[in-house]
């Protein structure tokens, strides 16, 4: 799914808040990301709009461990090339 050319491949439909504060995230969403039961996700607060981002702490943790690698590789060249 490419979200940057096509929004409206993003848009999973809407979610009512309950009375506790829950929301269901739609089926579809949860079949493409794949979030099951018991996965941890984490949520944040929009930088600009009003809302939130909600994301797996899995791809979360994947992507910071991916750019700490990609920061070390660029520094050891650096450092190699001074």
Do not use: W
Not at 16 to 37: F, H
Not at 49 to 69: N, P, Q
């Amino acid at each position: 799914m490419n979200c940057r050319s096509h929004l409206e491949d993003c848009f999973y439909g809407s979610a009512t808040v309950g009375e506790k504060g829950q929301v269901v995230i739609p089926a579809e969403a949860r079949a493409e990301l794949g979030i099951k039961p018991g996965d941890k996700i984490l949520i944040m607060r929009h930088p600009v709009m009003d809302g939130i981002v909600m994301t797996k702490f899995e791809s979360v943790r994947g992507f910071l461990d991916d750019f700490s690698r990609r920061i070390d590789s660029i520094s050891e060249d650096e450092e190699n090339n001074s």
